[in-house]
């Protein structure tokens, strides 16, 4: 295995998982990577883990570099498993490391996993701890996205050890932003950030104060690429999100049976087409999840449509709707639309989820009974046009 030096001293030692493809439910398309990160000073410290099945890989990339009886430190910048999985097989090989955590979170929560039978270290918000040539200090990010969670920066070398903050799953074989096609890069940074960090905007503008506060050269994350060359544009991209800055998009979401809801999507799209506003026709069934939340985050409106089903909505306008509820996407406008043949709940049934999620309705819900007529779809269109 080739070494990779972010700096002399400091390696990347995680792995690459080219076989993931749903993280909790959230899709991945090419896999995902668990950066820890090795430094070498008097204190030998390795800040992160990776997934339990990749142990062993970890070791031996880190025995290339030192023998992993030789590390001091520890850090566990987040318990989820994806980072901290490999403590235990760390540990046996790391005999006298002290694992460093956050108070009182981290130490908590790596109990609860691990057990109580390790070294452990507390840290709070502003602590740091000496290398020898070089120090750590640890930054709180509390809910960001677990309680637990802390960033890590080295002031001698500039660079922040950002955790999930930042994070990608830009899989390739390469390792920094200059050597990535920066349009993915970008994107993946989207999709990382609207299906894992979405509903915590309040935490992550208060996390981005303090990293601006900071020198920094290098954003080291514990997913995907890390930043060296593009570190204001990614920063700038986390405040754009965590501001709910939008852009002149509406999404048009929906699931059809008998192409009727679709045809009433696509006078929707029309009619924001003609007061010049993007719009984007997502059939469910065709369109990954994951995908359209990246979009969520940054469009202004949000229309969805089912047609009525068992009284009821489509099951996967149902999934949706509990996964915007849990995201709980901010200072969006939108209404429902749908056919139906009797009974016809299903209009109501996602006006008053949109209510729920806050979203502000500008438009009274679009109901249309059996199959849309051409006189009504063009009515649709217009309605929309002028809004
Ligand atoms: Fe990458 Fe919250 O774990």
Request: include cysteine; hydrophobic fraction near 40%.
């Amino acid at each position: 295995m080739n070494k990779i030096e972010l700096k002399p001293g400091i390696y990347s030692v995680g792995v690459v998982d080219w076989n993931l493809r749903n993280f909790h439910s959230y899709s991945i398309h090419h896999g995902a990577t668990y950066n820890a990160y090795l430094i070498v000073d008097e204190k030998i410290t390795l800040i992160d883990t990776v997934m339990a099945p990749f142990s062993k890989e970890l070791l031996d990339r880190i025995s290339e570099i030192v023998d992993p009886s030789e590390i001091d430190y520890l850090i566990s910048n987040h318990v989820e498993m994806d980072h901290s999985g490999a403590i235990p097989e760390v540990m046996k090989a790391a005999t006298k490391a002290v694992i460093v955590t956050s108070s009182p979170n981290g130490l908590k929560g790596l109990k609860a996993h691990y057990g109580d039978d390790y070294p452990f270290m507390e840290v709070k918000a502003g602590d740091s701890l000496s290398l020898g040539t070089r120090s750590l200090t640890f930054v709180a990010t509390p809910m960001l996205h677990w309680p637990d969670n802390m960033v890590t920066y080295c002031p001698e070398e500039k660079i922040l050890f950002s955790n999930d903050a930042f994070g990608q799953h830009y899989i390739s074989n390469k390792h920094f932003d200059d050597e990535a096609d920066y349009s993915q890069l970008m994107k993946e940074a989207q999709n990382y950030y609207a299906n894992i960090l979405m509903p915590f905007g309040t935490q992550a503008k208060k996390a981005i104060a303090v990293v601006e506060g900071l020198d920094i050269e290098m954003i080291a994350p514990s997913h995907g690429i890390i930043w060296r060359s593009f570190v204001k544009e990614i920063i700038k991209e986390y405040k754009r999100f965590a501001d709910g800055i939008m852009e002149d998009t509406a999404l048009v979401i929906y699931d059809t049976m008998w192409h009727s809801t679709e045809r009433i999507a696509h006078s929707i799209v029309e009619g924001f087409s003609k007061r010049g506003t993007n719009a984007v026709m997502l059939d469910l069934k065709v369109n990954d999840l994951s995908d359209i939340i990246t979009q969520v985050l940054t469009a202004r409106y949000l229309v969805i449509g089912s047609p009525t089903l068992n009284n009821n909505i489509l099951p996967n306008v149902a999934a949706l709707l509990s996964y915007l509820k849990g995201l709980q996407p901010r200072s969006k406008q939108g209404f429902a639309f749908g056919s139906y043949g009797w009974g016809g709940q299903s209009v109501g049934i996602v006006n008053q989820a949109l209510e729920e999620l806050g979203v502000e309705i500008i438009m009274d819900p679009i109901k249309i009974n059996y199959i849309p007529s051409k006189e009504q779809l063009l009515e649709i269109e217009n309605k929309v046009a002028a809004l």
